[in-house]
Structures are given as C-alpha cells and as structure tokens.
C-alpha cells in the first residue's frame, strides 16, 4: 500500500482544518454564572432584595435548563436574600442546597442555619 503526495496532503489538510476549529472554540465555564456577581454587587450597595431574589431565580431556572452548574455560594446568596425578607423555610432550604453542592462550605452553612434558629426561638 502506497500513499501518494496528493492523499498526504489532503489528510494533512483535514488535520489541520479540525485542529484550527478545534482552537476557536473557547474552553466551556466550569459554572454558570449568569447576573449572580451584579447581584451580589447590588446586595453590597443595598439594592432592592426582592428584585435581586427575583432575578437569581430566573437565572437559577436558565442555569437548570442548560444543565449548567450553579457557582459556589449561589444558593448561599439566594439563602441570605430569603433570610432579609423573614422567608425563613426558603432560607434553610438555600442553605441546605448550598451545603449538599459545596461540602467545603458546610462549617459556614452550618454557622448560618444555627444563628437562624437561635433567632427564630427568641
């Protein structure tokens, strides 16, 4: 079996064509990040909290709906949100989810569930 010059060349040139595209195409994010960081911006400055709720819940819903991965303290921040607006169940529940996604943030999760329930018996 003989490979001629013109048959070289044409596999090389596929080669060479899907390494090119290869290249072009970004690296895929790790997580979906969404308006998460402008809305933690906005907690800082004191933004209305029902509407930072609102829009991490929309993008909560997007991220599901491309199978994407939330960032580490998504549920933390939405958690936080819920507890300013007295929606304690909604709280734990983030907290809970933030915990079972991010066990490195169970001691912090864990703090925070705790001073929420202190709160709740006084």
Known sequence: MTITLPALRSGAGLVLG??????????????QWESYQPQVYGYLKGDAKEEQVIALERDLEKIKAKNGAVPPGYHAQLGLLYSSLGKDDQMIQQFRTEKALFPESAAYMDFLMSNASKGTQQ
């Open 18 to 31: 899907g390494l090119l595209l290869a290249g072009c195409s970004g690296p895929k994010t790790l997580y």
